[in-house]
């Protein structure tokens, strides 16, 4: 009998197993750029605190982890979910246009 592959697999290739098969719902794109955003892995992180500086260290080093998953294994994706976030953006946009103008009328 063969053991399922969760098993077999060791921790990081199991992880990119699942990132593959993740990545590809919008729901987990939309969810994963949230997280970029929340945690600024691209943002300087000094401060002259010492307490903020690692407190935006340990959020910028999760947002790496990510991102470094992300553009190693499926670099295309993050193209994909930059122009998915601006075309929400857009929507909503629009959509806060047509009600002012709504309420103007």
């Given at each position: 009998m063969t053991k399922p592959d969760?098993?077999?697999?060791?921790?990081?290739e199991m992880i990119k197993r699942d990132f593959k098969d993740l990545i590809k719902q919008p729901e987990f794109r939309r969810f994963i750029w949230w997280l970029l955003?929340?945690?600024?892995?691209?943002?300087?992180?000094?401060?002259?605190?010492?307490?903020i500086q690692s407190y935006r260290?340990?959020?910028?080093?999760?947002?790496?982890?990510?991102?470094?998953?992300?553009?190693?294994n499926h670099p295309e994706k993050y193209k994909q979910m930059g122009?998915?976030?601006?075309?929400?953006?857009?929507?909503?946009?629009?959509?806060?246009k047509d009600e002012r103008d709504n309420r103007i009328n």
């Open positions: 969760h098993i077999m697999l060791d921790e990081n955003e929340q945690t600024a892995p691209l943002m300087p992180e000094f401060s002259n605190d010492a307490m260290s340990g959020k910028s080093d999760l947002g790496k982890q990510v991102m470094s998953l992300l553009l190693a122009d998915e976030r601006k075309s929400i953006l857009k929507a909503r946009e629009e959509a806060n």
